[in-house]
């Protein structure tokens, strides 16, 4: 099995860096045989407050990383 620990330390908005690892996370942690953590530091652990208000049409950060984390917590 492999695994992938992705460090993010990014805002959740404002650069697409938070937005760029967790696509990537969300391809891998669908993928059998691959294991997928995370930490949040600094700014990125806006990245998980909870009901997130962006504009339609607009990614949300908080559905991205429940996605790319929820089946493998």
Known sequence: MARTLFILNDPPYGTERSYNALRLAGSLARREGQEVAGFLLGDAAACAKRNQKVPEGYY??????????ASTA
């Not at 949300?60 to 984390?69: F, G, K, R, T, Y």
Request: hydrophobic share 70%.
């Open 60 to 69: 949300n950060i908080e559905v991205m990383l429940h996605a790319a984390w």
